[in-house]
């Protein structure tokens, strides 16, 4: 097994191989434990511990951490903010995920590749390296559900219809390049299956690269109708709702929870008219007060998990009674695809407490009863 394999996901391996790696504390020996069915080079399979594996190879090399290696030689040139990268649990960095950039980020990283590894007229990689990363290097057509994964793999990118080529991510997070057509594009989503990213690609073909070269001239009908239509697009961010005239008494009320997959020991609820402030408590670094706001998003701070590990993470959070019994509390995860939402249903002495988040590959969502406690007995 070389670094070309692991590069054009070709090590040989039949099966998804995530799982077992994940669960062990040493990823290295792992994977170098695993049978490998095939003879490298010989049967492609997409797998993120392939490019953990590059990551490591690099960082005992050169001795250094990878964003340190790659700073002045990627990050630096091409104007982007030293990121945060999540490591493996001996401090490896993770290589195939756990990477936060902003989609202007990930769209001079594509503008880089459009230009043949020259940013601002500084080159960054070399041409010859662009032309082999984007460049079949795998066949990835056998058993491939979505056209635009079944045009051969290169280095690391997908190769697409039309000469086109893409970094992706799960949950629809992407870097397109279309040479011909000289356009760049970078998205940041929250897909919950790879079909949807498909549907993208199928709506940038046909509704941008069709449309190319037309007489389109611009028109205030036309600019009307597209503010109608985007009036109308689902918004994610929760409307404002009134208070309720009756709610429930909840200032001060602590709940004992019962078991749960997150852990989740207390919830307090310390409310004043327009806010609230939602303490929970684990017994871990996750206990935090998470502060709400009736009228208006509040930003703060929550550990949570990321792609591997719990991380400090800013998140932006919204509050609104849905009638006077149920609470909704919306929480956005800024640099992350993760929405979470609480729905809280207050009954008498007891509360349902439901976890629910929009996309995940390993966060469970859940019901949880809490009982409220004693009075004499709160703290």
Same mark, same amino acid.
């Given at each position: 097994?070389?670094?070309?394999?692991?590069?054009?996901?070709?090590?040989?391996?039949?099966?998804?191989?995530?799982?077992?790696?994940?669960?062990?504390?040493?990823?290295?020996?792992?994977?170098?434990?695993?049978?490998?069915?095939?003879?490298?080079?010989?049967?492609?399979?997409?797998?993120?511990?392939?490019?953990?594996?590059?990551?490591?190879?690099?960082?005992?090399?050169?001795? #250094?951490? =990878?964003? +340190?290696?790659?700073?002045?030689?990627? %990050?630096?040139? $091409? &104007?982007?903010?030293?990121?945060?990268?999540?490591?493996?649990?001996?401090?490896?960095?993770?290589?195939?995920?756990?990477?936060?950039?902003?989609?202007?980020?990930?769209?001079?990283?594509?503008?880089?590749?459009?230009?043949?590894?020259?940013?601002?007229?500084?080159?960054?990689?070399?041409?010859?390296?662009?032309?082999?990363?984007?460049?079949?290097?795998?066949?990835?057509?056998?058993?491939?559900?979505?056209?635009?994964?079944?045009?051969?793999?290169?280095?690391?990118?997908?190769?697409?219809?039309?000469?086109?080529?893409?970094?992706?991510?799960?949950?629809?997070?992407?870097?397109?390049?279309?040479?011909?057509?000289?356009?760049?594009?970078?998205?940041?989503?929250?897909?919950?299956?790879?079909?949807?990213? #498909?549907? =993208?690609? +199928?709506?940038?073909?046909?509704?941008? %690269?069709?449309? $190319? &070269?037309?007489?389109?001239?611009?028109?205030?009908?036309?600019?009307?109708?597209?503010?109608?239509?985007?009036?109308?697009?689902?918004?994610?961010?929760?409307?404002?709702?009134?208070?309720?005239?009756?709610?429930?008494?909840?200032?001060?009320?602590?709940?004992?929870?019962?078991?749960?997959?997150?852990?989740?020991?207390?919830?307090?609820?310390?409310?004043?008219?327009?806010?609230?402030?939602?303490?929970?408590?684990?017994?871990?670094?996750?206990?935090?007060?998470?502060?709400?706001?009736?009228?208006?998003?509040?930003?703060?701070?929550?550990?949570?998990?990321?792609?591997?590990?719990?991380?400090?993470?800013?998140?932006?959070?919204?509050?609104?009674?849905?009638?006077?019994?149920?609470?909704?509390?919306?929480?956005?995860?800024?640099?992350?695809?993760?929405?979470?939402?609480?729905?809280?249903?207050?009954?008498?002495?007891?509360?349902?407490?439901?976890?629910?988040?929009?996309?995940?590959?390993?966060?469970?969502?859940?019901?949880?009863?809490?009982?409220?406690?004693?009075?004499?007995?709160?703290?």
């Amino acid at each position: 097994m070389t670094v070309h394999h692991l590069l054009s996901m070709n090590a040989g391996h039949h099966d998804n191989i995530y799982a077992e790696v994940a669960q062990e504390q040493d990823w290295v020996k792992t994977f170098l434990s695993l049978d490998v069915e095939h003879e490298p080079g010989s049967h492609y399979l997409y797998s993120t511990h392939c490019t953990y594996m590059l990551a490591a190879i690099i960082e005992q090399v050169t001795g #250094q951490n =990878l964003v +340190d290696f790659l700073m002045p030689r990627l %990050f630096e040139p $091409l &104007g982007i903010p030293r990121p945060v990268w999540e490591t493996c649990p001996q401090g490896i960095t993770a290589g195939g995920m756990g990477l936060s950039i902003s989609t202007e980020s990930i769209a001079k990283f594509g503008l880089m590749l459009l230009n043949n590894g020259v940013y601002n007229g500084k080159r960054i990689v070399s041409e010859r390296y662009v032309k082999l990363a984007t460049t079949e290097q795998s066949d990835n057509r056998a058993g491939a559900a979505r056209i635009d994964s079944a045009q051969g793999y290169g280095y690391q990118f997908h190769l697409c219809r039309r000469g086109c080529y893409r970094g992706d991510g799960a949950f629809g997070q992407l870097s397109f390049v279309a040479p011909e057509e000289n356009i760049v594009i970078a998205a940041t989503s929250g897909f919950k299956s790879m079909n949807e990213l #498909q549907t =993208l690609l +199928d709506l940038i073909y046909e509704h941008i %690269f069709d449309r $190319l &070269g037309e007489d389109v001239t611009e028109c205030l009908e036309d600019k009307i109708e597209l503010q109608q239509q985007l009036s109308i697009m689902n918004n994610s961010v929760p409307a404002i709702r009134p208070v309720p005239a009756k709610m429930p008494m909840i200032d001060q009320n602590c709940y004992i929870m019962n078991e749960n997959p997150h852990g989740l020991q207390k919830v307090i609820f310390h409310l004043t008219e327009n806010q609230l402030d939602l303490q929970v408590i684990y017994g871990d670094d996750r206990d935090n007060m998470l502060p709400f706001d009736f009228t208006k998003p509040m930003f703060a701070q929550d550990v949570f998990n990321k792609d591997i590990s719990l991380h400090l993470q800013e998140v932006v959070t919204y509050a609104a009674w849905q009638d006077e019994n149920t609470l909704r509390l919306t929480l956005f995860y800024i640099e992350t695809p993760y929405t979470v939402t609480y729905t809280i249903i207050f009954k008498s002495e007891l509360i349902d407490f439901q976890f629910n988040i929009n996309v995940s590959l390993n966060i469970p969502e859940y019901t949880a009863i809490g009982e409220l406690m004693n009075v004499q007995s709160r703290s």
